[in-house]
C-alpha cells in the first residue's frame, strides 16, 4: 500500500504484485487482469485521481473476524 498511498507510483506497486495480478474494484467496475493492463490503471486513473490529503486507516469489521480498510472522504474532489 506504501507504493500507491505514499510514493503514488504505479512500478512500484507492481512489483509487490504476482506474476499474473487481477485487480477488479467492484464498486466502480475498474481494475485490470495482468501486468501492463494494471500498469495502466493505476498510473493512468488511480493514482493521478488520488487526493493528495488521502488517508488509509486499517480499521476491524465487528461482525467478522475480518479486517479492512477504510478511506475517510476528506476531500472534495470529484471521481470519475
Known amino acids: 500500500m506504501r507504493a500507491e498511498f505514499v510514493d ?3 512500478n512500484a506497486a507492481l512489483a ?7 485487480l477488479n474494484h467492484v464498486l466502480v467496475m475498474t481494475g485490470g487482469i495482468g501486468r501492463e493492463e494494471i500498469r495502466a ?3 493512468e486513473r488511480f ?3 488520488m487526493p493528495q ?4 486507516d486499517l480499521v476491524s469489521l465487528t ?7 477504510e478511506v ?3 476531500h ?3 471521481r470519475r
Not at 509487490?16 to 487481477?22: C, D, G, I, L
Not at 490529503?53 to 488509509?56: G, N, P
Open 8 to 10: 503514488h507510483s504505479a
Open 16 to 22: 509487490t504484485m504476482s506474476a499474473t495480478p487481477h
Open 41 to 43: 490503471f493505476y498510473a
Open 47 to 49: 493514482i493521478p485521481q
Open 53 to 56: 490529503d488521502a488517508e488509509i
Open 63 to 69: 461482525s467478522h473476524a475480518r479486517r479492512g480498510l
Open 72 to 74: 475517510p472522504p476528506t
Open 76 to 78: 472534495h474532489r470529484r
